[in-house]
């Protein structure tokens, strides 16, 4: 006896979901979308379904900006090394003195950074 082939339901989206946005907010979530690879209703379902969508975004860093990036990381790198050194030397830290000054270094790193990261995207 010969098999039935069953039926496969169509997925053509026939339903509409709508919602106001402002400009701002539709030209940030039409660029969300095309750093996703998806169309903005694509999207928005994704958004809508899982409260998230899994995007990477690629930055275009001039080499003179991760020269100097790097040089900063190191001197940060640099600064916890002579703090280590010096607590395994006398077993103790200034820590009133010299993490603070470290601290307040590795927040203006990131500070910069994410102020260049703000001007690429």
Do not use: C
Not at 7 to 12: A, D, E, G, L, T
Not at 108 to 119: A, D
């Amino acid at each position: 006896m010969p098999q039935t082939k069953k039926k496969v339901k169509s997925i053509v989206k026939t339903k509409v979901i709508s919602a106001r946005v402002t400009e701002t907010t539709h030209e940030l979530l039409h660029q969300q979308a095309e750093d996703a690879g998806m169309t903005l209703s694509e999207f928005a379902a994704q958004m809508l379904m899982k409260g998230r969508v899994n995007t990477s975004y690629v930055f275009y860093v001039h080499p003179d900006e991760i020269e100097a990036i790097t040089r900063e990381f190191a001197a940060i790198g640099n600064n916890l090394n002579q703090i280590a050194k010096k607590l395994n030397e006398n077993g103790y830290v200034d820590y009133k003195h010299e993490l603070p000054d470290t601290m307040k270094e590795v927040r203006e790193v990131w500070r910069l950074l994410k102020q260049y990261l703000q001007k690429q995207a």
